[in-house]
């Protein structure tokens, strides 16, 4: 899926100039270094540029000798991060000491930094020491610091990390900004006989800190092997970054030696020339012959590269504008056909979408235009962009990239060639509807995408808008949850706050109307509905004959109190499973209680409709106690099954 990757060239720049030693190398630029790079990594005006740019990719690059016996190692580096918002970026890069080279080439893009992937997380096998420079920060991760520096060992979750910055000679903190687009220094610190790791970081050009940022205990001899790679790794999610590396010293027995920095200046001022020349306004197509040589093998790759540029901007700053090597604004109005109506899929909240067809790749997309007068809808929609960015599920819709131009936000998506549910389940074309099968995986689909946004994914991520309308159905009619530009990112344990009430009515829980406060307990409410209006084939506000809203909670809970909740299945669904149908009606019911901590979490959502964990029994009676209701608690001691369900449940909120 991701070119990059399937992409991978490795080369070898064979040195020239520059020799190797037993103690180690040092790179002042990286003309004629003898690395071995790949993904996107490559050399460009004599700086290591690890990524280019280009979402979703990754880039890296490694000493190309392997170290036989390394202990009390040592090494220093200056790096550059560029962004193109300052108030955004991409994942950063780590310094890493790995067993092979091999290891990290399983490395997904953002989160995993081009190192790990969900399998290898954690995994001790992996052989890999990092110190990694992460540098996402957004205005919704506001309550995130994720401009850190963290030492990790065969795992992202570092066992130390600090907010990255130095101690002044004074002892005071002074905190640097990763993605400032100034160079910064890197020194990492390891000696073998007190396993003692230090970190220091300081801008260009001071001297390394006195007092290290970080300093931690780690036996790297029970970690890595004897033979080790040293090198980078660097990744980007949706966000064009760029990284670079300036100089790098390292090593393996001893202090490293000192950069020089006379040189290093001069590859940092070409580096800045060439920033402010990328953003001439002329496009350019590129071709860069890759020459891939081994101490064996020579392997010539051409890898066609289209740069998009802008105009540089008088601020100077290093700053890259639209246009990544994917998704140029160009190349969006040629895949819509200019947004022609005849494209338009639908309606928004803050937009419309429309069907594209890339002209290179012939792949549909689906391209989401954000409407350019609304302040709030492009602060969302840069929400969205962080958000889905960093999310992977199959039922979840994969957004491929996006593309601005002037203040407009283009988010291009993986097309959905069967729409929304809404349309199935409600459209002009109701009657070549979807059987009981095919629903009832989409309702196990929707469960399982939302309970990775609850609580599988590193962070809370409450979607706020579950409804048919935002479900699309992919080439296999799977269920895929969309729409993330109300989604708001908070820790796990914390509560969100908000400020204005979003979400659709008749989705909207008592408490999300009452206190407008989105929790994971809204979104349950909200799945409950939608898994009666699927079950159902009805709307959650229906008009009934005497021209009077009914919410669906209640017609299903009439349907049971009269004798038969099954009465309320669609009755275009001729063959659906009596016990799966009367599951999910329950189940649905049970979601939407109005008491939030009577609703299952998504995990058991999940359990219960998968047959892990069975239902608990419970009469109609239940669904209308409020929480204010005196026979509340004392139901619930009556009704060993539910209280069992719900003091499991109060630990998962
Ligand atoms: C360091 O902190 C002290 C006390 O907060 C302050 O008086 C001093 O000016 C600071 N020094 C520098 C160099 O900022
Ligand atoms: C780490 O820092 C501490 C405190 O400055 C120092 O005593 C120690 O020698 C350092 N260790 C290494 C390996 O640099
Ligand atoms: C460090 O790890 C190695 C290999 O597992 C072990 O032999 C050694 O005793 C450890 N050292 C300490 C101080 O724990």
């Excluded at 792949?363 to 709030?376: D, F, L, T, Y």
């Excluded at 199959?394 to 996006?402: A, D, E, I, K, T």
Aim: overall charge neutral.
């Amino acid at each position: 899926m991701l070119p990059h990757l399937l992409l991978l060239c490795l080369h070898f720049l064979i040195s020239t100039s520059t020799a190797y030693a037993d103690d180690g190398f040092t790179y002042d630029g990286f003309s004629g270094s003898m690395l071995r790079l790949d993904g996107v990594a490559s050399i460009s005006s004599r700086a290591l540029m690890l990524t280019d740019g280009a979402p979703q990719s990754v880039g890296r690059a490694f000493f190309g000798r392997r170290f036989d016996s390394i202990s009390s190692f040592s090494t220093t580096f200056v790096f550059v991060i560029t962004a193109p918002y300052s108030d955004l970026s991409g994942h950063g890069l780590a310094f890493t000491v790995s067993a092979t080279t091999d290891s990290l080439l399983d490395g997904l893009p953002s989160q995993y930094m081009g190192m790990f992937n969900q399998q290898n997380l954690g995994n001790p096998t992996n052989q890999l020491f990092a110190v990694e420079l992460d540098t996402i920060i957004s205005p919704e991760f506001k309550d995130v610091d994720n401009n850190h520096v963290g030492i990790d060992v065969n795992s992202l979750v570092s066992i130390r990390s600090q907010v990255a910055g130095y101690y002044t000679p004074d002892g005071n903190f002074s905190i640097l900004t990763l993605i400032s687009g100034e160079p910064i220094q890197v020194w990492v610190d390891y000696d073998d006989s007190s396993h003692r790791v230090n970190v220091s970081l300081a801008p260009y050009l001071q001297h390394k800190p006195q007092r290290p940022l970080l300093s931690t205990t780690v036996n790297l001899t029970s970690v890595l092997p004897s033979s080790v790679y040293v090198g980078f790794a660097s990744a980007t999610g949706v966000m064009r970054s760029i990284h670079r590396i300036i100089g790098w010293s390292f090593n393996p027995n001893g202090e490293a030696k000192p950069l020089n920095y006379a040189a290093l200046s001069e590859v940092i001022q070409d580096v800045r020339r060439d920033n402010q020349r990328s953003h001439s306004r002329i496009p350019m197509k590129i071709l860069i012959p890759v020459v891939t040589l081994s101490v064996f093998v020579t392997l010539v790759i051409i890898v066609a590269l289209y740069v998009y540029m802008k105009k540089a901007r008088e601020s100077g700053e290093w700053e890259i504008d639209s246009g990544s090597s994917s998704f140029t604004y160009k190349d969006l109005v040629a895949a819509t056909s200019g947004f022609s109506d005849r494209m338009l899929l639908g309606k928004g909240g803050f937009g419309k979408v429309y069907k594209g067809v890339l002209q290179t790749s012939k792949q549909n997309v689906a391209v989401k235009r954000v409407s350019p007068e609304s302040k709030q809808g492009m602060k969302e929609f840069i929400a969205e962009i962080t958000i889905l960015g960093h999310l992977r599920h199959r039922n979840l819709v994969q957004l491929l990239g996006y593309s601005r131009h002037k203040s407009e936000l283009l988010l291009v998506y993986d097309y959905m060639p069967n729409g929304s549910l809404d349309r199935v389940l409600h459209g002009q074309y109701r009657q070549q509807t979807v059987d009981w099968v095919c629903r009832f995986n989409i309702i196990k689909g929707i469960a399982s995408g939302l309970c990775y946004l609850h609580e599988d994914w590193e962070k809370v991520v409450i979607h706020r808008d579950i409804k048919a309308s935002n479900v699309l159905l992919d080439n296999e009619m799977k269920g895929r949850l969309g729409d993330f530009g109300l989604a708001r990112l908070h820790n796990h344990g914390t509560d969100a706050h908000t400020t204005h009430l979003a979400g659709t009515w008749g989705y909207i829980s008592p408490e999300l109307a009452r206190l407008g406060r989105a929790t994971k307990a809204t979104d349950v409410f909200a799945f409950g509905v939608f898994m009666l209006e699927v079950a159902c084939g009805r709307r959650p506000i229906e008009v009934n004959g005497s021209g009077e809203p009914v919410l669906l909670t209640d017609w299903v809970t009439d349907a049971w109190e009269s004798g038969s909740i099954l009465k309320s299945v669609d009755q275009r669904l001729e063959d659906h499973v009596r016990e799966e149908a009367e599951l999910v009606l329950k189940l649905g019911l049970l979601c939407s209680h109005p008491v939030p901590s009577a609703r299952p979490s998504t995990r058991l959502i999940v359990q219960y409709l998968v047959n892990d964990v069975l239902l608990p029994d419970f009469q109609p009676s239940f669904l209308n106690l409020t929480s204010r209701h005196e026979d509340f608690d004392q139901h619930i001691l009556a009704s060993p099954s539910v209280a069992t369900t719900m003091t499991g449940l109060s630990g998962g909120r």
